[in-house]
């Protein structure tokens, strides 16, 4: 039979210091200085993977920016213009800017010879994403992409949603890689155009293009 009084009487004032010793906090010689460490090893695996990420971007790209509409003219274009300025101040170029009519033949020639110059790195047209009859820029933009960029016309019409509500569906932009230079089938809408360029597109612009041209 266990003597548990025994057991009792064997626990001393001395053991109960021992205790206290034991539960105290042991002292701090490097105050932090694993986690310091551990902090700092992260954060340079997090600078060095986002450099990896980003070793392929193209820093200063060359644009084309095609205005699809049969009643707009150069000098009467705003959402082009809207384009345009957006891309200037995010401190890239216009290689070329065009207007072309509703019309299929004319924007798929005109979307293909983009992508085919040595000075575009994107491409960026605007109009005919609707649902009339005459709204064929996607149809002719489409067979061109080497691959799609589904994500883009989901986060405009989810960020189109949020301004103008269930119109947003109306909007049928698009976007994919031709010839390996990012192709960006925008509204005619200036507002919508100007959401697309500077909220998503810009931001990315970069990197797809390096992507797109990577071996």
């Known amino acids: 039979m266990v003597d548990f009084q025994s057991r009792d009487s064997r626990y001393t004032d001395d053991d109960a210091a021992d205790e206290e010793d034991e539960?105290?906090?042991?002292?701090?010689?490097?105050?932090?200085?694993?986690?310091?460490?551990?902090?700092?090893?992260?954060?340079q695996h997090a600078d060095h993977t986002d450099h990896d990420h980003h070793a392929h971007d193209k820093a200063d790209l060359g644009v084309g920016i095609v205005t699809v509409s049969s009643t707009r003219t150069r000098e009467d274009d705003p959402s082009g213009d809207a384009i345009q300025a957006a891309v200037e101040n995010a401190g890239h170029e216009i290689a070329v800017r065009d207007v072309v009519r509703d019309n299929y033949d004319g924007?798929?020639?005109?979307?293909?010879?983009?992508?085919?110059?040595?000075?575009?790195?994107?491409?960026?047209?605007?109009?005919?994403?609707?649902?009339?009859p005459d709204d064929v820029t996607v149809e002719a933009s489409e067979p061109l992409f080497d691959k799609e960029l589904p994500?883009?016309?989901?986060?405009?019409?989810?960020?189109?949603?949020?301004?103008?509500?269930?119109?947003?569906?109306?909007?049928?932009?698009?976007?994919?890689?031709?010839?390996?230079?990012?192709v960006f089938c925008l509204p005619g809408s200036e507002d919508a155009a100007t959401l697309g360029v500077e909220e998503i597109i810009l931001p990315e612009a970069a990197h797809l293009a390096g992507l797109a041209t990577r071996e």
């Open 107 to 132: 924007i798929q020639n005109a979307v293909d010879a983009l992508v085919s110059r040595s000075d575009v790195d994107l491409v960026l047209t605007t109009g005919g994403t609707g649902v009339t």
């Open 23 to 43: 539960d105290a906090d042991p002292p701090d010689d490097d105050p932090g200085g694993d986690d310091h460490g551990d902090h700092a090893e992260h954060d």
């Open 151 to 182: 994500g883009f016309g989901e986060l405009l019409r989810l960020l189109s949603y949020e301004k103008v509500g269930t119109k947003a569906i109306c909007t049928r932009a698009t976007a994919g890689i031709a010839d390996g230079v990012p």
